[in-house]
Structure formats: structure tokens, C-alpha cells
């Protein structure tokens, strides 16, 4: 592989590298050649700073999503918080220094597609809809820094989707400490990253139910208005996670999914001292994981597994119904398992708002209660859902 202009410089009074490239020898992937140009990287969040100086050439396409889930139109890239532009900095921005320490992202030739699906009210559905758009753009990993505490199957249908185009999924299993996951970290099929610190301990936020453990402390990267600041959560160490996925698919361009996956999971550094409910298969280790994908045996193609109980009612839901006057409209999101022209034909009535996000079955609606309690007796309706959830995590 050709040689890389990426290494990281002493900043003006420091030589402390970012620790987390340090433990994991990311230098040596980009001495390698191994960036992730020509990868593609997926990315929800609170949108991008994409003028700032380490993701001013890293931005493919952006989309602005509004709380229907309706794209904005000639969106050009903000971060309507600030955790965007850090997850985007740690995955993909280019390496510099700064007054605080070295910064880099982990694949800094890599490009971000990314959406603004978080701040600014109904996020489920602003999901929804930033992973239809995402269909489009021709990823190979997606990184997911968000989440709903507990099991909510929403996602599951479209993510079946992205994987069997190819897409590696990765998220934060969650900052409600041990014994909480949050979903879609929890759907088999999704790749569920938990924290460590630079001790090698898993930090009390990080939940459990993890496949791996990344760095996820005090880590420096980008903020908006060309600032850098240190985060902390397992959504940092997900884009660490994200950021090794798409280094493999550089090495191996035509590897698949699942070798990519168990290339990851099969050569973790074994952190025997701690619980495996905590820590998986061990610590990320990206050298080690470039060995087992081009030397490794093949995988064979394995289809998402999707819940088969199903889960009819969130009752966030019925709680607001119960509470609801007659002629009020609630936001909904329905996922239809079954024939959906009949559930459309009943729903169109002038005071019923409807959405249709193809990829995962759904349909946002704004509707009475007398319409949403009809669609708990619909045998096609295999969910109903509220689209705001209190708490909906980022971290």
C-alpha cells in the first residue's frame, strides 16, 4: 500500500498524542496507507460543522431532516448542537494539532454522509427518515450515535435494509450504566459499542449487552466554530469503532459485511478482568483486525434477524391517548408488517397528516385518538409508537 502524508505533529507546548489513537496504533494503519479514502461513512447525529478545519473536505452530502421528517431544502451543513462535529471529527477529520493536544479522526481520507435528524423536536421519525435518505448514498458503514433506552424495534426493518446493501451498523450501546441497553445497539445484526477509559476499565456510564469496547473518555476532537474540546460517552466510542469499520473496507474493498464484522470482533484485545457483559469480545484492535480480514477465512452472508414477537403498542403511547380530549392530534409512528394499501385508504380523511417512509414500513401520522386506538386492532400494524421519547439518548 502506498505511503500516507497522515501523521500526527507535536502541537505548540504539547507532545501529548490524543490517547486513544496512541492505544490503538492508529499511526501505524496510516503508515500503511490505510485512511479510508474511497469509503463511505453514514452519520446521524446533530448534523456537521463542515467548515471546520479538520472536516472542511470530509463532507460527501448532508441532509437537514425537520421534526415531520421531511428533508429541508438546499440544507447546507450545521450542527445544531455540538455532538455532531465531535462524532464527525473522531470518525473522519484530518489530523492537526491543537492547543489542547493532537487531534485526528481515525480514517482522515474517509467522507461523512451526514444527516441532522436529533435537536428540534419528533427524532424518531427524523430517524426514520435520515436512514431512508441514507439508502442512497452508497455507505459502507453507518455510524449511529443515538438511541432509545430499552427495546423499541423502529429501526429494525430499514437497518435489514442498509445491511443487505452492504452497510455495517454501529452504535452506542448507551450511558445508562450496567444492566441498561439501549436499542438499535441491541438488535442483533448491530455491531454494540461500549466505553473504556485509558486505564483499560469500562467507566460506570457504559451499559451492557456490548459485542466491543473502544476508547470513549476524555476524548478531543472538533467542536462547532473551529473549536476542539474533550467528550466523553460510548457515542465517541462508536465513532472510533465506525472509524476502524471503514479502514477495513479501504484494505479490502470487496469484503462483505459479516467478514468485516467478525474481523473486528475476532481479534479484540481479551480484557479478561472485566465482565463480558461489559466488554464483549475485548478492546478494538485495528492492526490485528487488518490481519484477520485479509488472511482471515470468508464469511458466509447472514440475513439481519429481525424480533419475531411483536411489540404492538409503545406505552408512552397509550399513556398519552388516556390523557388525550377527543379531538386533540397525536404524532404517531406505525410499522406495518402486512399489506398497507387498506391501512392507507382508511387513513386518508382531511384531518389525518400521514408520512410514508418506504424503507422501513412506516408511517408517521398526526391523527385523533379515535384513529390511533383503531390502529391497535389492525393485524397489519406489528408496532405503534409515540415519535418523542424522554429520554432519547445521545452520548
Known sequence: MSETRFALRSSEGSSQ???ALDRLQIETCWQRGLTGAGVRIGHLDTGVDSKHPMLCDRIATFAQFDPWGDR????QPWDSGNHGTHTAGLLCGEAMPSAHGNVSG????????????????HPLVRVLAGLDWLLDQQIRVLCLSLGVPGYNPLFEIVLARLRQQGVLTVCPIGNQGRRIACSPANYPGVLAVGAINDQDQVPGFSGSGVAIVAPGVHLLSAQPDGNFASQTGTSMAAAIVAGVAALLFQAKPTATVEEVEQALLASCTPLPHLPPQRVGHGL?????AVEYLLNGKECDRAPFPISEIPHRVDPRLLRQLDAANSEDLIAAIAIISGNLEPILQRLHRPQIQLKWIPSANAIALMATPDVLYALLDEPEVYFLSSTTI???YLG
Not at 284 to 288: C, E, K, R
Open 106 to 121: 481515525i480514517a482522515p481520507q474517509a467522507k461523512l454522509c451526514s444527516g441532522m435528524v436529533i435537536e428540534g423536536g
Open 72 to 75: 429541508v431544502p438546499n440544507a
Open 17 to 19: 498524542l490524543n490517547w
Open 284 to 288: 478494538i484492535n485495528p492492526i490485528a
Open 390 to 392: 424522554d429520554p432519547f
